[in-house]
């Protein structure tokens, strides 16, 4: 029971106490005055009745006699009326009806209980006694009286006190409403949400406790605040690039290990290295501060062509060295897109160094691969080029003349489009295990068979399928299908499906998908995930998505978390159902104390918003093991087995 209405209630009891007393005390006094009046009367009619009857009752006139009984009977104040004679027979007797009901409840008559008074009278007529007069009051004229007194005493009580309860709700909830609002404040500093209530209360004990709240909330607005820029700036420190911005060495080598050996998702890609020659000589020409310019001018441009390439991975390796990884376009367009680049950042360096001619300084050197290259081999491939480049005098060269340096060929091309537009796709998944080895739900992932009939991993079709536009079309197929398996399946657990960010990126898939979803009666055994930066480019439509989900009982989790520069302050307002740590932070927790600390970091700030925490591309027993120590929900990866077939061609 809230506090206004145990006040209320204690004020009504109080109130219906004093009531209740307060007619105890009148009905007691009533009914001695009742019993009073009652003895006035009896007494009153015996006498009257005497003077009037004596020489009636000398003569025995009965008939007289009976017509003056019958005439002050009919008050209703007596029970009984005996006029007796000389001898002290009846010379006449009324008596009330004993059946009549009285008007008054029963138990009123059993709480109250009155004895009636009798009164007797002897009549004397010419100095001679001619007989006796007896008269007995009747209670129910008492109780009677007395209980409509006490019935309207009750009604008007009861009028009083709800009258009462409803002014005193109204201004409890007046006065009180601080307290709501220090409630409000408390369920949604829970949540991290931090409110403060700008209006202070004019009830000095109610403005102290807001106050103290409103305190509270900030210096524990403040707590988490500086929580969450120690975690970045320990994110920065271990992974960015102090003076770039970028993916520092280290990161960057994690990040091209995942795409190219571990997801292969990239399929044939590009490596470019960028240079700047002679760093020692820069230094000396343009001193440090103009030097570190022209590097940060540098990776400026390069990471704005990036971004202009879509999926793609950027980092520093050191000194004037940064390198892009990104899909593998032919050679006319690698030249088209990085001349410009390479012409500015050569005219800025005539600027700093007061040149009128504008001297290469820059190197960039591109290789090439299938998709599942060793970073090793095509990160030296790339830097082979640069130097070939330098030598030359060249803005850019190719790791080798002879190789391709062309995109997708038209054959594989049409290949995917038509499996693609044919719904010839099937699927695999991959569990996710919690702390119990019980399964959470499995991921489910869309193959298609090669020319030569065999499958063939993400980064082999996946690229074509973006550059197509097919993505859309593939997510719709894998919806479709995963919702059909779990209607014909007693699956497990869940299955978890990936949408691209090329998908979510119309309006009339998002449709579609709700659509589809509400007219399912397995959607609330799907789960919707969605990559951590296709959540930071429409922050918005995402939260809209995940409302409506919500809605729907789809739950909704966050991919390859904790990678994105921006960092995850989005999490307070999404609140996803759960989160997957990339497989780069967990690749090296073993041996990297920087990735322990940040992970267990992820984890705690995840946990403080209720929200659960999965790792991915767990690959041995050492790395669940620290995970589990920081206290993670799930682990999804080869421990648990590599991905497996959901249904194929034919069954789907």
């Not at 290259?373 to 790791?399: C, H, M, V």
Request: glycine letters at 6%; charged letters at 20%.
């Amino acid at each position: 029971m809230s506090l206004t209405n145990q006040i209320i209630t204690t004020v009504i009891a109080v109130i219906l106490g004093l009531a209740v007393s307060t007619l105890y005390i009148l009905s007691d006094s009533s009914r001695n005055t009742l019993v009073t009046q009652l003895e006035s009367h009896a007494e009153d009619g015996a006498t009257h009745l005497g003077l009037y009857l004596a020489p009636y009752m000398q003569k025995g006139d009965v008939a007289t006699v009976e017509t003056a009984v019958n005439a002050i009977f009919d008050s209703g104040f007596y029970q009984r009326i005996d006029v007796l004679d000389r001898a002290g027979e009846a010379l006449y007797s009324k008596q009330f009806d004993s059946s009549a009901n009285i008007d008054a409840p029963e138990w009123f008559i059993q709480l109250i209980p009155i004895t009636p008074p009798t009164k007797t009278r002897d009549i004397a007529y010419n100095w001679q006694q001619v007989g006796s007069i007896h008269i007995r009051s009747r209670a129910g004229y008492a109780y009677e009286q007395l209980w409509l007194g006490v019935r309207n005493a009750l009604v008007l009580s009861a009028a009083l006190s709800l009258l009462a309860a409803l002014v005193l709700s109204g201004l409890l909830r007046i006065l009180l409403s601080p307290l709501r609002g220090v409630e409000h404040q408390a369920m949604a500093l829970a949540r991290r949400e931090y409110i403060e209530q700008p209006n202070l209360p004019k009830t000095r004990e109610l403005r102290r406790v807001v106050t103290a709240m409103n305190l509270m909330v900030r210096q524990v607005e403040n707590m988490f605040n500086e929580q969450n820029r120690n975690i970045e700036a320990l994110r920065t420190a271990a992974y960015r690039d102090t003076l770039t911005g970028l993916n520092n060495r280290k990161a960057a080598l994690t990040q091209l290990n995942e795409h190219l050996e571990y997801r292969q998702d990239f399929g044939p890609a590009s490596l470019i290295c960028l240079r700047l020659n002679n760093l020692q000589q820069l230094n000396k020409q343009l001193g440090e501060d103009n030097t570190n310019h022209l590097i940060q001018t540098s990776a400026r441009l390069l990471d704005e062509l990036a971004k202009q390439l879509g999926f793609n991975v950027t980092g520093r390796m050191g000194g004037a060295e940064l390198v892009l990884l990104a899909r593998r376009r032919n050679r006319d367009l690698w030249q088209q897109k990085l001349e410009p680049l390479a012409n500015q950042i050569n005219t800025l360096h005539a600027q700093l160094n007061n040149t009128e001619g504008k001297p290469n300084i820059v190197s960039i050197g591109i290789s090439s691969c299938e998709g599942h290259d060793k970073t090793e081999t095509l990160l030296s491939q790339a830097r082979f080029a640069a130097d070939q480049a330098e030598e030359s005098n060249e803005a850019i060269a190719f790791y080798s003349q002879h190789q391709a340096q062309r995109g997708w060929s038209e054959q594989w091309q049409e290949h995917v489009a038509n499996v693609i537009g044919n719904g010839q796709i099937f699927l695999q998944q991959q569990t996710l295990v919690g702390t119990e080895n019980q399964p959470v739900h499995a991921e489910v992932f869309a193959r298609i068979l090669n020319q030569e009939n065999e499958p063939c991993s993400a980064g082999e079709f996946l690229g074509v399928a973006r550059d197509l536009d097919l993505l859309p079309v593939i997510d719709r197929l894998v919806i479709e299908r995963a919702l059909s398996y779990l209607l014909t399946h007693d699956a497990p657990s869940r299955l978890a499906v990936n949408l691209a960010n090329q998908t979510l990126s119309q309006p009339e898939f998002v449709d579609w998908l709700l659509q589809k979803l509400e007219q399912s009666p397995a959607s609330a055994r799907l789960s919707i995930e969605v990559n951590e930066t296709a959540i930071l480019t429409r922050l918005d439509a995402i939260q809209s998505l995940r409302n409506s989900l919500q809605g729907l009982g789809v739950e909704f989790g966050v991919d390859n978390f904790g990678t994105h520069p921006n960092g995850f302050s989005y999490l307070y307002a999404l609140r996803p159902d759960y989160l997957k740590i990339d497989g780069s932070l967990v690749r090296h927790l073993s041996h990297s104390e920087e990735d322990r600390f940040f992970v267990s970091s992820l984890i705690s700030v995840a946990h403080s918003l209720e929200i659960q925490a999965h790792a991915e591309h767990v690959e041995n027993e050492t790395q669940r093991s620290t995970l589990q120590g920081m206290k993670i929900d799930g682990t999804q990866g080869y421990l648990h087995g590599q991905p497996s077939a959901l249904g194929s061609v034919s069954e789907v």
